[in-house]
């Protein structure tokens, strides 16, 4: 069985590129402000919040700055070295017994000062405005050079074999989710509970097959998730869960994931309560051969935007471009979407270790939408399919 996390030589071998890349530079050390991309580089998984956390990676040492709520979950990671800490945001004043006083902008100065820094290469140039920080940038803060790198977000875009081990896993329990899902489905039946209950039995499994190594990556949620649209709210791309309960005749677009390890990937179904109409799976077919053309024309060098110049010229030649309103696909990893992107103004091109999500879709305005997503890996030869729930219409049939 796959273990549901990467093996610490992992993090090992990404600060080594860390710090060889920063030796190619003039900067004295690699400072992070985004909480995925500290997760990737060290395991420190922490919520992002208005509270600044800042690692800093020098050619010796690995130094980080928290407010005191993340002080002992930091502390116990092996890749930082020392951890600094201020008690909140905006922090200052006299402070509080036990506690510094210093704001959190002060303890990154501090903590860079103590290191010797006088250049920094940074994920971005200061904290971001995220849940309410509106603090000053690395550059007015700190006595430091900054210049802005997308390293860890580059680097992120190619998989390594144990990444997507993990997210091969996450495959198998979303799969889960969704016959789950499929089963609870009927008529009369809230779309909340649906969902909640396959997510619910899903996530059980996980823990009874996981036991104590699985390490949940997750404020409250579910491990293993799934959830849907119905109805004629399917025609909106990202409509919100609405509070109905299903109808015979009703089209879904539905989704389900699961988190291993930080891990993810990405499965959706157009299903049907009930037979469809002529009209339904018309559309149906046509979204489906959409989708096959994508994954038929993924691979190795192949161009992002040629994946989805090719679903769109299908779109096109058979009449429904005008009810397209999204590319193709996207890079996903440790989140929903990460670079690079399957659009016709992409220049990335496809790579071995590459994890795409395949997702052209027709929305039908006022009526349904129709979108199928599966999860491929490029490899050497060709592609390989993370995901694997039934993809033609009669598997996507619901009968009670």
């Given at each position: 069985?796959?273990?549901?996390?990467?093996?610490?030589?992992?993090?090992?071998?990404?600060?080594?590129?860390?710090?060889?890349e920063?030796?190619?530079?003039?900067?004295?050390?690699?400072?992070?402000?985004?909480?995925?991309?500290?997760?990737?580089?060290?395991?420190f998984?922490?919520?992002?919040?208005?509270?600044?956390?800042?690692?800093?990676?020098?050619?010796?040492?690995?130094?980080?700055?928290?407010?005191?709520?993340?002080?002992?979950?930091?502390?116990?990671?092996?890749?930082?070295?020392?951890?600094?800490?201020?008690?909140?945001?905006?922090g200052?004043?006299?402070?509080?017994?036990?506690?510094?006083?210093?704001?959190p902008?002060?303890?990154?100065?501090?903590?860079?000062?103590e290191?010797?820094?006088?250049?920094?290469y940074?994920?971005?140039?200061?904290?971001?405005?995220?849940?309410?920080?509106s603090?000053?940038?690395?550059?007015?803060?700190?006595?430091?050079?900054?210049?802005?790198?997308?390293?860890?977000?580059?680097?992120?875009?190619?998989?390594?074999?144990?990444?997507?081990?993990?997210?091969?896993?996450?495959?198998?329990?979303?799969?889960?989710?969704?016959r789950?899902?499929?089963?609870?489905?009927?008529?009369?039946?809230?779309?909340?509970?649906?969902?909640?209950?396959?997510s619910?039995?899903?996530?059980?499994?996980?823990?009874?097959?996981?036991?104590?190594?699985?390490?949940?990556?997750?404020?409250?949620?579910?491990?293993?998730?799934c959830?849907?649209?119905?109805g004629?709210?399917?025609?909106?791309?990202?409509?919100?869960?609405e509070?109905?309960?299903?109808?015979?005749?009703?089209?879904?677009?539905?989704?389900?994931?699961?988190?291993?390890?930080?891990?993810?990937?990405?499965?959706?179904?157009?299903?049907?309560?009930?037979?469809?109409?002529?009209?339904q799976?018309?559309?149906?077919?046509l979204?489906?051969e959409?989708?096959?053309?994508?994954?038929?024309?993924?691979?190795?060098?192949?161009?992002?935007?040629?994946?989805?110049?090719?679903v769109?010229?299908?779109?096109?030649?058979?009449?429904?471009?005008?009810?397209?309103?999204h590319?193709?696909?996207?890079?996903?990893?440790?989140?929903?979407?990460?670079?690079?992107?399957?659009?016709?103004?992409?220049?990335?091109?496809?790579?071995?270790?590459?994890?795409?999500?395949?997702?052209?879709?027709?929305?039908?305005?006022d009526?349904a939408?129709y979108?199928h997503?599966?999860?491929?890996?490029?490899?050497?030869?060709g592609?390989?399919?993370?995901?694997?729930?039934p993809?033609?219409?009669?598997?996507?049939?619901?009968?009670?």
């Amino acid at each position: 069985m796959t273990r549901p996390y990467l093996p610490s030589t992992a993090y090992d071998s990404r600060i080594d590129r860390a710090r060889d890349e920063l030796a190619e530079t003039d900067a004295d050390a690699l400072c992070l402000f985004s909480a995925t991309s500290i997760e990737w580089l060290v395991g420190f998984w922490h919520l992002q919040t208005e509270r600044p956390v800042c690692l800093t990676v020098t050619d010796e040492t690995v130094h980080v700055a928290a407010p005191r709520l993340e002080l002992e979950r930091a502390e116990v990671v092996s890749h930082i070295d020392h951890v600094h800490h201020y008690y909140d945001y905006p922090g200052g004043g006299d402070g509080y017994p036990h506690h510094p006083s210093r704001t959190p902008e002060e303890t990154i100065d501090d903590m860079l000062a103590e290191l010797n820094v006088e250049t920094v290469y940074a994920d971005m140039d200061g904290a971001p405005g995220y849940w309410g920080y509106s603090g000053p940038t690395l550059s007015d803060l700190a006595d430091v050079d900054v210049k802005t790198v997308d390293w860890v977000t580059e680097w992120r875009k190619e998989k390594s074999a144990a990444e997507i081990e993990l997210v091969m896993e996450s495959g198998k329990w979303g799969n889960l989710a969704h016959r789950y899902l499929a089963e609870y489905a009927e008529p009369g039946k809230h779309e909340f509970w649906v969902a909640k209950r396959a997510s619910l039995d899903a996530s059980m499994a996980m823990f009874d097959t996981y036991g104590d190594e699985y390490q949940s990556h997750l404020r409250g949620g579910f491990p293993a998730s799934c959830g849907f649209l119905s109805g004629p709210n399917t025609a909106l791309p990202h409509g919100l869960t609405e509070n109905r309960r299903l109808k015979e005749g009703d089209v879904l677009v539905t989704g389900a994931s699961s988190n291993v390890g930080g891990y993810r990937s990405e499965l959706e179904r157009t299903m049907f309560v009930g037979e469809p109409s002529d009209e339904q799976e018309h559309y149906f077919e046509l979204m489906l051969e959409a989708q096959s053309i994508a994954i038929d024309e993924s691979g190795p060098g192949v161009p992002c935007s040629h994946v989805d110049q090719a679903v769109h010229d299908y779109f096109d030649e058979q009449g429904v471009l005008k009810y397209a309103q999204h590319h193709t696909g996207h890079n996903l990893g440790m989140e929903a979407h990460e670079r690079e992107f399957i659009d016709r103004g992409s220049d990335e091109v496809m790579q071995p270790g590459h994890v795409y999500s395949i997702e052209p879709g027709i929305y039908v305005p006022d009526e349904a939408g129709y979108r199928h997503s599966d999860t491929i890996v490029i490899t050497d030869e060709g592609i390989e399919m993370v995901t694997y729930y039934p993809r033609e219409l009669e598997g996507n049939i619901i009968t009670w």
